[in-house]
């Protein structure tokens, strides 16, 4: 199985920021690509920040210019830096992973896989 563990959420006041780090371990062998995804209340989840494993990074309007991605491909680590945090950003942050497990016969196959969520709120 995968396991996906996010950590680093809180509460802070706007203007603040915070760090959140998520690891991915278990049976991947192989990670594509590693992101941060939120859900406010009442919304769909929405994309934040992806990186791929070459480096490529991708990041909403929303948060362009206040957070940064970074991943650690040996760790299987991804850290979301967030500056100059808005009520806006107030969510439930969730860490994804796309890559490969193995399946019978010496095959993979490639899944997404989620962590949990950690609460970020912000306030006014």
């Known amino acids: 199985q995968v396991q996906v563990v996010e950590s680093g959420g809180g509460s802070v006041q706007a203007g603040g920021s915070l760090r959140l780090s998520c690891t991915a371990s278990g049976s991947i062998f192989s990670i594509n690509a590693m992101g941060w995804y939120r859900q406010g209340p009442g919304k769909q989840r929405e994309l934040v920040a992806t990186v791929t494993s070459g480096g490529s990074v991708n990041y909403a309007d929303s948060v362009k210019g206040r957070f940064t991605i970074s991943r650690d491909n040996i760790k299987n680590t991804v850290h979301l830096q967030m500056n100059s945090l808005k009520p806006e950003d107030t969510a439930v942050y969730y860490c994804?992973?796309?890559?490969?497990?193995?399946?019978?016969?010496?095959?993979?196959?490639?899944?997404?896989?989620w962590g949990q969520g950690t609460q970020v709120t912000v306030s006014s």
């Open positions: 994804q992973v796309e890559g490969q497990t193995y399946s019978t016969g010496g095959n993979y196959y490639t899944g997404n896989y």
